[in-house]
Each structure stands twice: as C-alpha cells, then as structure tokens.
C-alpha cells in the first residue's frame, strides 16, 4: 500500500527562523513530489513540485528531494506568522496519475 | 475568477438524502480529480476523469457514489442515501493537457458536506 509519512506536529517556530518539514514515502515508483499549504477550513493550495533529486529553491522556500532515502523535504526561511498552517506532502507515479497525500504537519510561527 | 470552482461550498443533509456536487474545472483542463478530506486527515483519492472518460475509481468510492463529466467540462459527485460516514470536504482538481511530466494538480476550494 503507498503511504506517505508526516509528523503531525505542531511545529512551532519563532517568527524569521527557519522550518523544516520532512516526509517519508514508501512507493519507489514514485516519480512527481509535491508541497501543498493548508489554512484551517480551506483547500490545499501548491507551493512547490519537485521531480528530480536535489534541491529545488523558489523564494523563502526550498524542496529537497533524495529518492534514494525516500524523504522530501521543505524548508521555509525567515518563516512568517502567516506561514502558519497545515503543510500536506503528496506524491505520484507521474504520467498524470493520482496523488497519495500525508496526513500534513501543522506548522506555528509566533511573532 | 479563473481557478477551479466548486458549489456548493456547504452541504447540510439529513442522512439517507442525496446530495450533488458540482466541479468546473480551470479552463482547458482536460483531467479533473476528486478527492475527499476528513478533519486532520490528508485529502484521499476518489475518482478521475480524462475529458469525458472516468479513467480510474477508488475502492473508496462506493456504490453509494457515482460521478460524471459528460461533455468533458463540468463534472458531477452524487452521494445516493447518505451516511453520517460522508461527513467530509470534498475537493475538486484539475490538471492541463500536455506531453508528460506535468501533473500538478490544482484545487478548488471544496465542498463542506455535513449529514446530521
């Protein structure tokens, strides 16, 4: 069965530090990994994709992706109260197929 | 507004009513996604369209559960005989046609189902 693996947190991080959000997955055919926000009673809105091992940086946020280990990784630098939120891991085998989601890791930045 | 659009955006039943939901996915989208989220819970896979053909069904989806695309556009969840169990979001995505490799998916903003 593919699982993917999230702490559920909360994780909490005082405003301008860094957060690091991690997730495990078990299908190693996984192929496409993806980062989505979650504020509370909302839909899931992307952050970030990352296809390829490495990192992959856009703005505050950075995707690290080791497929070898089957860990993706988010950090968001100089973290923001508004940064505050649900983060869901997903992944797919690519080719247009369905996502498989974490249950999320609740993130808390105090100012 | 050009993003994926959901409706309702609350449902409140009583149990063993049917409901409807309604996706109108961003526009070209040929690909359009269901899925279901409970509370603290990521959102689970339901079904999926590729223009007009529905491709692909979880086991989750019941015969309780059907749902249309028929004309590639708009598409439809009907819950048949409601269960306090359906108590969840239900979310739509879509995704654009292309060659490979792109498959981000975009949400809409769901649609919250309560069955009392």
């Known amino acids: 069965q593919k699982e993917v693996e999230q702490n559920s947190g909360p994780l909490s991080v005082p405003e301008g530090a860094i957060a690091s959000l991690n997730c495990t997955y078990s299908?190693?055919?996984?192929?496409?990994f993806f980062w989505y926000r979650q504020y509370s009673g909302k839909s899931p809105e992307l952050i970030m994709f990352?296809?390829?091992?490495g990192d992959k940086e856009d703005g505050r946020f950075t995707a690290q992706l080791n497929k070898a280990s089957q860990y993706v990784s988010l950090l968001i630098r100089d973290s923001q109260p508004s940064d505050s939120a649900t983060y869901l891991c997903?992944?797919?085998?690519?080719?247009?197929?369905?996502?498989?989601f974490g249950k999320g890791t609740m993130l808390l930045v105090s100012p | 507004d050009t993003g994926v659009s959901q409706d309702p955006r609350h449902k409140i039943t009583k149990r063993g009513q049917n409901v409807t939901f309604r996706c109108d996915p961003i526009?070209?989208?040929?690909?359009l996604y269901w899925y279901r989220q409970t509370l603290g819970q990521g959102p689970e896979f339901l079904t999926y369209?590729?223009?007009?053909?529905?491709?692909?069904k979880s086991r989750l989806l019941s015969d309780r559960f059907s749902a249309e695309r028929p004309k590639g556009s708009f598409s439809t969840l009907e819950i048949q005989r409601t269960e306090q169990g359906d108590s969840a979001m239900y979310l739509c995505?879509?995704?654009?046609?292309?060659?490979?490799?792109?498959?981000?998916?975009?949400f809409g903003p769901g649609t919250r189902l309560t069955v009392l």
């Open positions: 995505a879509s995704t654009p046609p292309g060659t490979g490799g792109s498959d981000t998916q975009y």
């Open positions: 299908d190693r055919g996984s192929q496409s």
């Open positions: 990352i296809y390829s091992n």
């Open positions: 997903a992944v797919s085998r690519g080719g247009y197929s369905t996502l498989t």
């Open positions: 526009s070209e989208h040929n690909r």
């Open positions: 369209f590729q223009n007009e053909a529905q491709l692909e």
